[in-house]
């Protein structure tokens, strides 16, 4: 099996060389597509004997992926973003090489991604699932000028779903940087839109960036235009969901509204993410129905123990969330004077904090 790393660039000396450094050993082609770089990401490039290619900035990340494509010669292609690297080196190729000998007439492979924010390294953010892996063929190709998606001409994608050999981390959060990052995610979303009209994809987008910006209110708006239409996104139906309910709730919209959005869609559509089921409890708290609130929680608590990764879907439901249900439960137990199911679940808590 041959295999190549490809990736698009610009100004990523800080991070490029850790991302080729993590897949060094697995790939037998490096293909480095940068767009204008000012700093030495193109000497690393080199270091690493990678096809150095420059391609002007078009404000479109779709064509400059498409590009990268028309320069790769392995039949299979490993397609990072600078600031994410795996996180099991040595498990890279063994186990790609496993996927593909039981299902070869794959696609693509989505990857799970531990998101990490560089401002607050000790923070736990959700992860998600990406694709970054693809089979190179004439019939696949990005499309969009931002939050590029892989799409196949004339067909569905064959999907596989890696687990933990394949992870990644990506440090592309920052505390610091999101809000900027969401306006030039808006500029670009709003171009597209101009020259495509918008689709149920830009609707979400769109959400994540009002989301980011703190404006809930065109944040619900987007997202519920994305939730009623019959757009799925793969691997990451969870977030739209999490962003229309969390704006509901910075709203100050009805719980029963909430409750509505949780049990007849959210939960109904992706009953394998505790999550919702924490949510739902919380909207139940919040309307004194604490007995069904507490079955609630413990719902999640009991999916969030069996397994602490979806491979499938993405999660915000991470330690802290959890950190948080547990005090809840110890609240519960504490009103109902069972103070030993108090104790443990405040020690549950506090032991994920």
Known sequence: MKLAACY???????????????????????????????DNTMEIARSYRANLLTFPWQDHFGVARNFALEHVESPWIIFLDANEYFRHPKQVRPALQDILNEK???????????NVDTDVPEKKLPYDISLRILRNAPELRYRGRIHEM???AGGQLKLAYACE???????????????????????LLQKNIEENGASPFDHYNLSVCYFGMGDYKKALVHSMQALDSDMQLIG???????????????????????LALLTQAAIRELPSLPEFYGEQGMVLCAMGRLLKAENCFQKAMDMFDRSKVNYRQGSYFTEKAASIICT?????????GDTAAAAYWFKRASGMA
């Not at 070869?104 to 531990?114: H, Q, W």
């Not at 704006?247 to 919209?253: G, I, K, W």
Request: hydrophobic share 35%; no cysteine.
């Open 328 to 336: 809840r439960l110890g609240e519960i137990s504490q009103s109902k």
């Open 236 to 258: 990451s139906q969870g977030s739209l969901y999490h962003i229309a309910i969390e704006s509901m709730r910075q709203l100050n919209m009805s719980p029963e509204d909430m």
């Open 104 to 114: 070869p007439n794959l696609d693509a492979i989505m990857l799970t991604r531990y």
């Open 8 to 38: 698009i660039v610009k100004n990523e000396a800080k991070k490029l060389d850790r991302s080729i450094f993590s897949l060094r050993h697995a790939v037998d082609e490096l293909v480095v597509v940068d767009t204008g770089s000012t």
């Open 150 to 152: 892989l799409q196949k």
């Open 165 to 187: 050999e394949l992870s990644l981390m990506h440090t592309g959060y920052s505390s610091l940087q999101s809000p900027s990052k969401s306006q030039r995610n808006l500029r």
